[in-house]
């Protein structure tokens, strides 16, 4: 009976201590960097998110079993006793029970981190927006709005500006997800643009240039729900209860997609990426190897890529061949989305809000711009998008039951088939939670902070955590997994470094919105360039274009709207730059760059 008792020992034994995060920063010191360190290391040589972030998990859960059962638990005690019952050597013993437990202790612990991650309200709402957006995506794919969509935007082009200019605004239309982004652009306007001669490089760089980078930036898409979740964990593993009185703010009350939606004006790469397409498209300028394939394609020579689309686009959410293609089923359940998540935002922010006098000033003016940004800053994000995606996906599934698109059998397996497709961003949050969780108790942030907040200057910090996320997420091809990775390090050190530097109010709100900003742009440059990114190899197979010729044309000016980013953007503004003239700032370096540097096609 003892030995069972002693084998399934660790089972039990996974309760924490209160001040768990400081003993353990402690104990482990710079070892406490061992789980990021571990989840960037096997991304950048698994190249697998989910692995990374898993193993990376489980290496913080098995540390912190090594304290449970080797340093300071009750377990250890009983351990000793019942090996002291043995006659092997007692030290040896001890060691390998140890061993034994901390593994055992390590699973479970994961077990019920992941758990716990999908007990929390908060992330279940997020969990259900996710999985039903990509209903609704799925809905509108199929009814064929969006290809209509598509196909109407095709029949403006007149010319070679033109067609790319359709191009690019048709990849800002499919702005809720940048899987659906390159599986749709590419097949629909690539005929188009052969017509005009311009290269399948071109229109493979402006399909990749409009997936991810606008994509990060939609406050509704299949992006939001992971973005403001890590935004809302690394706000819970700032401990300092003088830093959120520095901020003026409670712990409970903050908003994580109020502070999401102020983060997009600093959203440098993804801004700069955009306006610099529109500059290329009516400049007409071009440098570097996308100059000669621009050239090529004049010429009447283009890029042929080995890859077919046929093989990479969904059979099940094709439009079947007998329905005539409608905007309007594209059009009516994003705007049914749209409005009432914008009207949810505002009556579920106003009904949060409890200061009657703070009620007073909204009802004196329901629509000022005050009132907008208290009751949506007030709002549940998650709670309000999901319903907004639920009631278009009713009317997207009653739409196409009236115009005989469907069946309501159908229709239901169509949305429901959408839900699987966000199985892998729904099991990235579950692990990147773990991961943040397991980051907490960790004390990882602490031990950072101690390490790092009284020695790092307040200008450099910004730049040096969108640097890291653009390595990151170039040699794993993978935003998601870079932001989950880095979001619960640079919030807490980021808090600590302002507050260590004086800054408090919105002076530190300010600061702290530049390194989150830093985050999650960063993490854009990998997802948009890298040639192992989704949305980098689907943009190349969707134009039609070799994949090694879309990474060698795209590269250069990747890296070089990546430099602007640091040198106008997060630069300037971390040394108290206003960010519109940051952004003016960069514009004009981009027209300038351009102008000497490229040469007329």
């Not at 909204?362 to 800053?377: D, Q, V």
């Not at 999650?520 to 943009?539: K, Q, R, V």
């Not at 960010?579 to 490229?598: E, P």
Request: proline share 3%; with cysteine; aromatic share 10%.
């Amino acid at each position: 009976m003892k030995v069972v008792f002693f084998l399934f020992l660790p089972l039990f034994a996974i309760a924490q201590t209160p001040d768990l995060a400081s003993q353990n920063a402690h104990i482990f010191g710079i070892f406490t960097l061992l789980p990021p360190i571990v989840a960037i290391a096997l991304a950048f040589i698994s190249k697998d998110v989910v692995l990374s972030l898993f193993l990376g998990a489980f290496t913080g859960t098995f540390m912190l079993a090594l304290v449970q059962n080797g340093l300071s638990s009750e377990a250890t005690l009983l351990n000793a006793q019942l090996a002291n019952q043995t006659s092997l050597n007692s030290a040896e013993v001890g060691f390998w029970a140890m061993l034994y437990h901390s593994t055992i202790g390590a699973f479970t612990g994961l077990v019920f981190k992941l758990l716990n991650s999908m007990a929390s309200a908060g992330n279940a709402g997020i969990i259900l927006q996710v999985l039903t957006i990509g209903g609704v995506v799925a809905l509108i794919t199929k009814s064929g709005g969006t290809k209509a969509v598509a196909l109407w935007l095709s029949q403006k082009a007149k010319q070679a500006k033109s067609s790319q200019f359709a191009t690019w605004c048709m990849g800002c239309f499919v702005f809720f997800d940048d899987y659906a982004n390159s599986l749709i652009v590419g097949p629909i306007m690539r005929p188009v643009t052969d017509k005009f001669k311009v290269s399948r490089e071109k229109l493979a760089f402006i399909m990749d240039a409009t997936a991810a980078p606008i994509t990060g930036l939609a406050i509704i898409s299949t992006w939001i729900g992971l973005e403001v979740s890590l935004i809302r964990s690394g706000y819970d593993l700032i401990d300092s209860a003088e830093i959120f009185t520095a901020l003026g703010v409670d712990r409970a009350s903050l908003n994580a997609f109020e502070i999401f939606v102020q983060t997009l004006p600093y959203r440098f790469y993804n801004l700069f990426m955009l306006v610099f397409v529109l500059l290329t498209i009516f400049m007409g300028r071009e440098f570097g190897p996308m100059l000669k394939a621009e050239l090529n394609a004049r010429a009447g020579k283009f890029s042929h890529g080995h890859e077919q689309i046929d093989n990479i686009e969904d059979k099940l959410l094709e439009p079947k061949e007998h329905i005539a293609l409608k905007t309007s089923n594209s059009l009516i359940p994003l705007f049914i989305l749209v409005i009432f998540a914008f009207v949810g935002f505002y009556f579920s922010g106003y009904n949060a809000i409890e200061d009657e006098a703070l009620k007073a000033q909204i009802n004196a003016s329901p629509l000022s711009l005050f009132a907008l940004r208290e009751t949506f800053g007030a709002a549940d994000a998650s709670v309000v998008l999901f319903q907004a995606a639920l009631l278009a996906s009713i009317v997207a599934i009653i739409m196409g039951i009236w115009r005989k698109i469907w069946t309501l059998k159908e229709g239901i397996a169509t949305w429901t088939h959408g839900w699987r497709t966000m199985i892998m961003t729904v099991i990235i949050l579950l692990c990147a939670w773990s991961l943040a969780s397991t980051i907490k108790d960790l004390g990882t942030s602490k031990y950072l902070i101690e390490l790092l907040s009284s020695t790092t200057p307040l200008f450099v910090l910004a730049s040096a955590v969108f640097l890291l996320a653009s390595i990151i997420s170039f040699s794993t091809g993978t935003s998601y997994g870079t932001m989950g990775i880095l979001m619960p390090l640079t919030i807490p050190l980021a808090a600590a470094v302002g507050f260590h530097n004086d800054l408090s109010g919105a002076e530190l709100h300010h600061y702290m919105v530049i390194n989150i900003s830093a985050v999650l742009t960063g993490a854009i440059f990998g997802d948009h360039c890298s040639p192992i990114s989704d949305t980098t190899i689907l943009s190349s197979m969707g134009s039609r274009c070799e994949l090694l010729a879309h990474v060698k044309t795209q590269m250069p000016y990747a890296l070089s709207v990546c430099v602007i980013s640091i040198l106008c953007g997060y630069l300037p503004v971390s040394f108290g730059l206003n960010v519109w003239l940051s952004l003016i700032l960069g514009l004009v370096v981009m027209i300038l760059l351009l102008r000497f540097i490229g040469k007329k096609v």
